[in-house]
């Protein structure tokens, strides 16, 4: 499942100062990376869960599935530093890497909550100011943006090839087939992808379009107590890393 | 009739092909709706390119406003200021990654200031009804949102002679009516609307003047009643008769202000009638 798919535009701060939103979530960003109390971590991980469903609003069993991905690549990750390999004969559970694959998986967790909750309230549009504000080459913006719109494109070309292969049994005909069928398919939404790239050219000139991808963002406007909220959540993690 | 663009005897050759368009020569009049008819491989795409400066004429020159085309950075500019282009596919037209950002970028390179670019799109937001989608990624709008953004980003740079190629193309009929309002309206503050179509009954229906292509060069051109009038004519271009003319024609009735749509042929029917 795609971050796209939950994504919820109505969310409490679509109408924020990006500066306001990032407040959210950077402090809470580096109060993690920097900390190794797990249960400070766990905290985190709660308290952006929470707010991904009531601020993002988005719906408590399409943040299970979103955050099943990441959950299932750390769980294998962890648990297999809980094994031990002894004079390459003794192979079992170790329970001195315990402390580190439970601190792992904390730090983990905790730094995914605030990814997504990062990911839930913002824009492509939103992240491409932030990354202009931190200088980011305007080359590596473009690539981020253009690479956007094709992962979306591309996809459903894919997909609708996909189906018209379907449609006349291209993968009922055995593996080495289907294996075939599928490098077509690949080397026809390549294809579609110089195409589309042509024709995108073609639109930005119409459009006294250069090369260079350009736009003028949304306007937000902020006021003083916009800042509230981020700050009261920062001095509760604060007093949350102190006291746990 | 004063023509807005001249195509004086206009030919093109892409490299691996046949003459796309032969010593094309037609005037396509202002303030005027157009509807540019032909076959598959008539030429149709070619003239919109042609057109908006993007593709330049092998032999022959075309002018605007009574000035021939010149295809310095500087000239382009100011005719693709003025000639909007709206491509069939809206998915090769979008590319900013927000519906408001997607109208600010014909702006922005018209060399707009920031808080004139914004006063145009919430303007243009609001007349196109896309307030709610500001922050939506294009591709994620149905087919009827990304062409009503396209059309949108189009005018937002106020181009006097606006382009369409295939208008109505994946639209459902409420969503291609629509389209068609716009349009009017657009008409109706003095753009001049060319389209390409392949639907004679929408083309005798909306348009002011006819223009029908074959094999790159114009088969016919005028008034849709005296266009579509002629049977012989249409089937060259592999084109049928609209089915009001086929109607007045099967039932020999010949008005002498044929009927524009249903509604008009059901009053001059009834007229007959009585």
Known sequence: MLIEQVYNYKHFLADAHPLVKILYVLPAFVLVILSENTAFHGLVFCLFFIASNVIAKVGFIDLVKIFSIPLSFIFVGCFTLLFSFENSQNIGLSLDSYPMAIAIFGKSMGVISVVYFFLLTHTISEITQYMHACKVPSLFIELFVLTYKFIFLLSHAAKSMQIAQKCRMGDQRGILNSIQNYGMLFSTVFRHAMLQTTQLEIAMSARLGTNSFVFVPQQRTSVFSNFFPPILLVLVLISGLLLL | ?274
């Open chain 2, 1 to 274: 009739m004063e023509s807005i663009v001249c195509f004086d005897k206009v030919s093109f050759s892409y490299p691996s092909e046949d003459k796309a368009l032969d010593a094309l020569d037609i005037k396509l009049p202002k303030g005027e709706k157009i509807a540019l008819l032909g076959g598959n491989g008539a030429g149709k795409s070619t003239l919109m390119l042609l057109l908006n400066g993007i593709l330049k004429p092998s032999t022959g020159q075309l002018s605007y406003d009574g000035i021939p085309y010149k295809y310095g950075t500087k000239s382009l500019r100011n005719l693709r200021s003025n000639i909007g282009l709206l491509f069939p596919e809206p998915d090769y037209q979008l590319i900013a990654p927000t519906v408001y950002e997607e109208i600010s970028f014909g702006l922005l390179n018209q060399g707009k200031g920031t808080e004139e670019i914004r006063e145009i799109i919430a303007k243009v937001m609001v007349d196109f009804s896309l307030e709610e989608l500001k922050d939506r990624p294009p591709h994620q709008l149905s087919t009827g949102q990304k062409k009503r953004l396209c059309l949108a980003a189009v005018l937002a740079m106020e181009p006097e002679l606006i382009v369409c190629d295939e208008p109505a193309a994946n639209l459902d009929p409420l969503y291609a009516a629509k389209m068609f309002d716009y349009l009017n309206d657009l008409n109706q503050k003095g753009k001049t609307i060319l389209i390409a179509t392949h639907d004679v009954n929408q083309a005798y229906e909306w348009a002011d003047f006819i223009v029908i292509l074959k094999e790159g060069a114009v088969l016919t051109s005028g008034s849709p009643a005296t266009v579509f009038n002629c049977k012989e004519t249409l089937k060259q271009a592999n084109l049928s008769q609209p089915v009001i003319i086929e109607i007045l024609n099967s039932l020999k009735l010949e008005p002498s202000h044929p009927p524009k749509d249903i509604v008009d042929l059901n009053v001059l029917l009834r007229s007959y009638m009585r």
